[in-house]
């Protein structure tokens, strides 16, 4: 199976701030990696296919970068309504597998 | 708009069996996959099964291999997760999503549903 290792588990921003979180796959799994966002209490939405391809309606402040086995996305000018928890997800082969999740929080 | 809407989740006692069912609306059921994914309380998101399109395919975790069955009725846009000898630790909320191909792997998820809430407990 391939494991999906994010950074950092967490980390406190403020509104307005540009944060980025890692994600690195065990064995290389070209860009076949995509990125959702999970408030509390709620379903996971996503965010990001292809590494860098933003889902329909998802606002250009989200951005994600890299292919083989690292990757990352990028949040800019960071909203309250940003603040949640980030996952990536590999699907290049069975079983996809997910990170353990970043999640963000507000300093 | 793809609403996506999950019943059957609840309270059943280790060893006894649910039924899940994912209702789809606005996109044409047929043409994509579909998949369960599941989070336990607290806890990260893992992926569970996935059915093609056509139903022909399927594919699950090996920690649900053998006990749980997905299926699918393309005639009533519906999906559906067999869960037979449920143990303390399949406890979870249980997510259906869309894929955005027919078939996978190599396709991703675009869509989720709000969840069912399956608790297994004496």
């Known amino acids: 199976d391939i494991q999906m290792t994010q950074s950092p588990p967490s980390l406190s921003a403020s509104v307005g701030d540009r944060v980025t979180i890692t994600c690195r796959a065990s064995?290389?799994?070209?860009?076949?990696l995509a990125w959702f966002q999970q408030k509390p209490g709620k379903a996971p939405k996503s965010l990001i296919y292809?590494?860098?391809s933003l889902q329909s309606g998802v606002p250009a402040k989200f951005s994600g970068s890299g292919s083989g086995t690292d990757f990352t996305l990028t949040i800019t000018d960071l909203q309250p309504e940003d603040f949640a928890t980030y996952y990536c997800?590999?699907?290049?082969?069975?079983?996809?597998?997910f990170g353990q999740g970043t999640k963000v929080e507000i300093k | 708009e793809v609403q996506l809407l999950e019943s059957g989740g609840g309270l059943v006692q280790p060893g006894g069996s649910l039924r899940l069912s994912c209702a789809a609306s606005g996109f044409i059921f047929s043409s994509y996959a579909m998949s369960w994914m599941r989070q336990a309380p607290g806890k990260g998101l893992e992926w569970v099964s996935i059915i093609s399109g056509s139903g022909g395919s399927t594919y699950s975790a090996d920690s649900v291999k053998g006990r749980f069955t997905i299926s699918r009725d393309n005639s009533k846009n519906t999906l559906f997760l067999q869960m037979n000898s449920l143990r303390a630790e399949d406890t979870a909320i249980y997510y259906c999503?869309?894929?955005?191909?027919?078939?996978?792997?190599?396709?991703?998820?675009?869509?989720w549903g709000q969840g069912s809430l399956v608790t297994v407990s004496s």
């Open positions: 064995q290389g799994i070209s860009n076949y």
């Open positions: 292809a590494a860098s």
């Open positions: 997800q590999q699907y290049n082969s069975y079983p996809w597998t």
């Open positions: 999503a869309k894929a955005f191909k027919s078939t996978g792997p190599r396709t991703t998820l675009d869509y």
